[in-house]
């Protein structure tokens, strides 16, 4: 497995920096690692007679590596000015758009994705607020639209005056680094569940009010599947909604 850290501080080696080298320090003994940081490139956006040529060289290393590990700070409560100055110049290498103007994936499809943060703002605080959210939405967003995989995600908070890696946090990173390790698939099965737990709740269900029928005779014969085709779609709707935002929407705070 190949793995490409793209770090979008303003130090390489704050604590941002730091963690990253965790999470790739964790990684298998036969896994090939490489850091972009990207201050070291003269980064600028293409244009029609001038392509920038530190773009070119990390776009060939994001396209020889199997997973991405997206490390930048949050400022601001959001993504860093370095990090969203690349992915601003990277958009129209990473998806390609219609006719129509629809984003759609281009050449990076299917790879996998971590994001990592770091942010002044206690474990406490954070979890309140919700200060790191919008760098994680921002990260998704991008990634998503160019067809990636996202594996997990790490926060490091109360980093203010911190020059240390809390043990904690070391722990997080070192199982991060355990979860990317496996990420060998290169197939979304998002879909799949979502059939799945589809399939599980109308058996379910047709077998309890089966059972409740059987005992208590609450429905007749066309009222009952009235009442369980309603319940199995409001049911579904209601826990895949609520299934979308603790995986998709709610991001780690802590």
Same mark, same amino acid.
């Given at each position: ?97 219609? =006719?129509?103007?629809? &984003? @759609? ?11 990592? #943060? /770091?942010?002044? %703002? ?63 698939? =290169?197939?979304?099965? &998002? @879909? ?11 058996? #379910? /269900?047709?077998? %309890? ?46």
């Amino acid at each position: 497995m190949k793995y490409l850290a793209i770090l979008g501080s303003h130090k390489r080696d704050g604590i941002t920096g730091q963690y990253l080298d965790t999470v790739l320090d964790a990684l298998p003994a036969s896994a090939e690692k490489e850091i972009v940081f990207l201050r070291d490139y003269d980064i600028y956006p293409d244009t029609m007679h001038d392509k920038c040529p530190a773009l070119d060289a990390i776009e060939a290393k994001m396209a020889a590596c199997d997973v991405w590990v997206i490390a930048a700070p949050t400022y601001w409560s959001g993504l860093s000015g370095v990090m969203k100055y690349f992915f601003d110049c990277m958009r129209f290498r990473m998806v390609r758009m219609t =006719k129509k103007m629809d &984003t @759609l994936p281009g050449q990076f499809k299917n790879k996998h994705y971590v994001s990592l #943060t /770091t942010c002044f %703002t206690s474990s406490v605080e954070n979890f309140v607020t919700g200060a790191t959210d919008q760098t994680f939405v921002t990260i998704d967003r991008v990634m998503t639209s160019a067809g990636l995989i996202k594996k997990g995600e790490f926060v490091g908070t109360g980093t203010w005056q911190y020059h240390e890696l809390r043990p904690k946090k070391i722990q997080e990173c070192q199982r991060l680094a355990q979860k990317i390790a496996h990420a060998d698939r =290169k197939d979304d099965e &998002t @879909l799949k569940r979502y059939i799945l737990l589809f399939g599980m709740i109308a058996v #379910t /269900t047709l077998v %309890t009010m089966g059972i409740q029928n059987i005992f208590l005779h609450l429905f007749s014969a066309s009222v009952f599947w009235l009442a369980y085709i309603s319940f199995v779609l409001i049911f579904f709707l209601l826990l895949a909604g609520l299934l979308h935002f603790f995986t998709f929407v709610r991001h780690r705070r802590r």
